[in-house]
């Protein structure tokens, strides 16, 4: 009789660098949830960082993983997971940790067994925290310093956007930039705003309208291109996005996983729309499926690792703004 696999789950904090700060408020630390699958001499584990957004918390994580424990046990993989779990970072943590139990138990890369070419290193967003225009073009100043040639600017809704970007191209005058609303520009005028920010060559903006009020983009004559974050989690959303938005920012932790996350990146490209893939607060751990499914996106924003005041041990290598492959002793 085949062994049944042993499912563990537990939450991890790490402090962040500083203070990792958004729209919606500024965070210290990110506590994670590490879901581990192990049979005699392999073990797959995956990593998950909780959707605060949708009311996840990394307890109520665990507690999603450890009920699939007689589940796995029973013999439950990937293609069950979809059926048995609702999307979000539980379903990312376990499909993770089966994919990576899968890699090492056959000895080959996850990238091989999921059909995909070869990672190469990428280039990643860096972001740069919302605060005072002088702040952010400090913070912009250092990342120009260690060479990173796209930032990602955390916007607040407010009068200050446009001085917070011309403050961010002051201190960064080469680099590439695109700009993250989070849900704030409410009752603002998008066409407008987007185009005070062409001059400061603004290459993206995502989600300027909150979730439920997509439709405000209908009519909206953007200069620059708009991507779906909240408003698109996994293909259920495609229908809601198409035609309003012209990206999607796909995230495993909102997908549920590596596996949802190639399916929505199909359809999103076969309705013509671009693709940012991008991450929660995270460690190398939780980035490492994501670098896979990044290989043909439009933009890469995986900084999770780089914004913590530390990382896991094998963990991605950045240079200049470049992710370097990880090592298969981390994941896959």
């Known amino acids: 009789m085949a062994e049944a696999p042993r499912l563990a789950a537990r939450v991890?904090?790490?402090?962040?660098?500083?203070?990792?700060?958004?729209?919606?408020?500024?965070?210290?630390?990110v506590d994670v949830v590490v879901a581990t699958v192990s049979v005699t001499g392999a073990r797959g584990r995956g990593e998950a960082t909780p959707i605060?957004?949708?009311?996840?918390?990394?307890?109520?994580?665990?507690?999603?993983?450890?009920?699939?424990?007689?589940?796995?046990a029973g013999g439950a993989g990937r293609d069950e997971l979809r059926a048995l779990m609702p999307r979000g970072a539980a379903r990312n943590a376990l499909d993770a940790?089966?994919?990576?139990?899968?890699?090492?138990?056959s000895g080959m890369p996850v990238?091989?067994?999921?059909?995909?070419?070869?990672?190469?290193?990428?280039?990643?967003?860096?972001?740069?925290s919302v605060g005072d225009p002088a702040k952010m073009e400090e913070?912009?100043?250092?990342?120009?310093?260690?060479?990173h040639p796209l930032l990602k600017l955390k916007l607040a809704g407010d009068g200050d956007d446009l001085g917070r970007v011309e403050a961010v191209r002051r201190g960064?005058?080469?680099?590439?930039?695109?700009?993250?609303a989070n849900e704030a520009w409410t009752d603002r005028d998008i066409a407008a705003e987007a185009?005070?920010?062409?001059?400061?060559?603004?290459?993206?903006?995502?989600?300027?309208?909150?979730?439920?009020e997509e439709h405000r983009l209908e009519d909206v004559r953007s200069p620059i291109p708009i991507c779906a974050d909240e408003s698109c989690q996994d293909r259920a959303d495609l229908p809601k996005v198409i035609g309003r938005f012209d990206a999607i920012n796909?995230?495993?932790?909102?997908?549920?996983?590596?596996?949802?996350?190639l399916a929505l990146i199909r359809e999103a490209k076969a309705a013509g729309l671009k693709v940012m893939l991008g991450c929660m607060l995270s460690t190398s751990l939780g980035v490492a499926p994501a670098f896979l499914a990044a290989q043909d996106a439009d933009w890469v924003d995986l900084d999770g690792p780089l914004l913590l005041a530390r990382d896991r041990p094998d963990g991605f290598a950045f240079e200049a703004g470049r992710m370097l492959n990880a090592g298969a002793r981390l994941w896959g």
Do not use: N
């Open 52 to 72: 605060y957004y949708h009311g996840e918390t990394a307890e109520s994580v665990q507690r999603q993983l450890l009920d699939m424990a007689d589940a796995i």
């Open 139 to 147: 913070d912009a100043r250092a990342a120009a310093a260690r060479r």
């Open 12 to 29: 991890e904090r790490w402090p962040v660098a500083g203070k990792f700060v958004i729209s919606r408020g500024a965070k210290t630390h």
């Open 97 to 105: 940790a089966l994919w990576d139990l899968d890699a090492r138990r």
């Open 172 to 180: 960064a005058p080469d680099a590439r930039l695109t700009v993250d």
């Open 111 to 128: 990238w091989r067994l999921a059909g995909l070419a070869e990672p190469k290193p990428l280039v990643t967003a860096y972001t740069i």
């Open 195 to 212: 185009a005070a920010l062409v001059p400061c060559g603004v290459e993206l903006i995502e989600q300027p309208v909150k979730v439920g």
């Open 250 to 261: 796909v995230k495993l932790d909102k997908a549920g996983g590596l596996s949802e996350a």
